[in-house]
């Protein structure tokens, strides 16, 4: 193998929802499933307690790679986590399907609490980059009657949610019947992550003192490790970070905030393809600034955040266990996106290396074996048809993920062969990717035709997606890694010629299948 060098329809089910059959199917359909499948649950425990409670826990900007779990070099603290994961499983090979706007947060959550893909989801407000939103037929209309909270409302679940403010589905959040939203990016109790602890736990005493007894669905979100990264001084010290908030100078350097990632570059090898995109230039702390000393401390105050959230979720199942209810209970943990923070020279979300398309994601619960692990090959979007299952209620027919509930249980190591990805918030068509076991294609078609570059990985053996910039002798002095020679970009290896072409063929497909109203450069149908 070459060393490298630095280069200059699954379509989408029919659209049959309407307003009629939707409501036909809640009014004269949902009891008949409720009676007939719920009560036939699939796991002991849940016939004996009833149907069974759901905890969904979504952090805001998280890596895979921050976690322990996914990356055992990290240096976070997150004992509630890895208890999580030791009593539950880990899915490795979980997934946002992308987004055609610099606000990833929007279409990812979208897609959760719709279950449909990237491209089959409404525009919000301002965020109009879909140009399918307008068809009905790939867009239905009155979409949040079908979506998550509708649905188990329906089913007669009592459902809460508490998030940060914004870049959701509002009408679908709406519909909890319990909501206590706020953006809470602070350092202190009632300014940060453990506020939004503190609603779920005073809902659960409420719940407790009224004596209610139906099943329960929380949405607990977190608006941290999203920026502006304000932890906790007593874990911001133990990060070695600091509040960093003086453009005109550097934060100071401390052995005890994490070492740089390896596939840390001081510049991404050519633009990303969104001019003055805010992720990458404008987030207090870091701004246009990739120097090894801003992004080991931003790093600090992501992991700061991160322990914080760790410690909230505990309090939180504590408080499950004392209530007799965690062992009937769904506790799925997972992040609206990844996030790049120095990795690849990129600070934001809006790539599609494995650091940022890539998820975390752990579930712990009724006839889930402990400490498991799957590939499992989801999207976010597969989320609500799993509810679903798991709930034994039917998913509603606008429904498009696939329930992983055979993964979860052990019967499958996956429920897709292959993936596809999709960032597009700035220059068009913007940027693709697709995976097929340990093989990934990303290709980018940015700025107006300046930018036309394809990428080829071998996941296993270059887990990190190195480029030949990650072997230049100066980085690897930063990163304190010598990546092997075939660690690279494999696009233009003439060795892999075939595997990028069946990739590319892929691609396209994946294209096709999802209603992609874009080609690239190099696609037929361009
Ligand atoms: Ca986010």
């Known amino acids: ?9 699954v379509i989408a089910r029919e659209p049959i929802f309407t307003k009629s059959t939707f409501w036909l199917t809640f009014y004269f359909l949902f009891p008949i499933v409720i009676g007939s499948r719920a009560f036939n649950g699939s796991t002991a425990i849940a016939s004996e307690k009833g149907r069974p409670n759901f905890l969904f826990i979504l952090v805001d900007d998280q890596s895979p790679f921050d976690l322990k779990i996914y990356n055992p070099h990290s240096p976070l603290h997150s004992p509630v986590l890895n208890q999580l994961a030791a009593d539950g499983m880990v899915i490795d090979g979980a997934h946002h399907m992308g987004a055609w ?8 959550r979208h897609m959760i609490m719709t279950g449909r893909s990237v491209w089959h989801i409404p525009n919000r407000g301002k965020q109009d980059r879909n140009p399918n939103a307008a068809n009905p037929e790939l867009v239905p209309s009155g979409l949040e009657h079908s979506s ?19 870049n959701s589905y509002d009408k679908a959040n709406a519909l909890f019947t319990e909501s206590r939203t706020a953006t809470k990016r602070g350092g202190t109790e009632e300014t940060g992550s453990a506020w939004h602890a503190n609603q779920v736990l005073d809902y659960l005493s409420q719940r407790e003192t009224a004596g209610v007894d139906d099943p329960f669905f929380i949405y607990l979100g977190f608006s941290h490790p999203h920026d502006t990264r304000d932890g906790i001084p007593e874990l911001l010290a133990k990060y070695g970070a600091v509040n960093h908030s003086d453009r005109r100078s550097l934060p100071p350097v401390n052995d005890k905030q994490p070492k740089l990632p390896p596939n840390y570059l001081p510049k991404h090898p050519f633009h990303h393809g969104h001019p003055d995109l805010r992720d990458e230039v404008a987030v207090s702390g870091v701004w246009d600034r990739r120097d090894p000393a801003t992004i ?42 990844g996030m790049a923070i120095g990795r690849h020279g990129l600070q934001g979300k809006q790539n599609l290396y494995e650091h940022t398309w890539r998820v975390p994601m752990i579930v712990k619960g009724p006839g889930i074996k402990p400490n498991t692990r799957a590939i499992g090959n989801v999207y976010l979007m597969d989320l609500l048809a799993t509810f679903c299952d798991l709930a034994g209620i039917d998913e509603p027919e606008t429904n498009e993920g696939l329930s992983f509930r055979s993964v979860l249980s052990g019967e499958r190591a996956s429920i897709r062969d292959v993936l ?51 072997h230049v002798q ?21 060795d892999y010629a075939a595997k990028r072409a069946e990739l590319e063929a892929l691609l396209l497909d994946q294209q096709i299948q999802h209603d992609d109203p874009y080609r690239l450069w190099d696609q037929a149908g361009k």
């Open 474 to 494: 100066t980085n690897q002095a930063l990163t304190a890694m010598t990546p092997l020679p075939h660690q690279c970009d494999l696009a233009e290896n003439p």
């Open 420 to 470: 596809y990805g999709v960032y597009c918030g700035g220059t068009l068509p913007g940027m693709r990717c697709v995976k097929k076991g340990d093989w990934k294609l990303i290709k980018y078609d940015v700025l107006d035709g300046a930018v036309r570059e394809t990428q080829l990985f071998h996941l296993a053996e270059n887990p990190h997606e190195l480029l030949a910039q990650h």
């Open 101 to 108: 706007v610099g606000a990833v947060c929007t279409p990812s």
């Open 148 to 166: 998550l909270p509708a649905v188990f409302n329906h089913a007669g679940y009592r459902t809460m949610r508490t998030c940060k403010n914004g």
């Open 296 to 337: 080991r401390n931003e790093l600090g105050r992501e992991l700061a955040c991160s322990e914080n959230i760790d410690r909230q979720i505990g309090r939180v199942l504590d408080r499950l266990r004392v209530m007799g209810e965690l062992e009937n209970t769904y506790v799925v943990y997972t992040s609206d996106h």
């Open 1 to 9: 193998m070459v060393a490298c060098r630095i280069k200059t329809r």
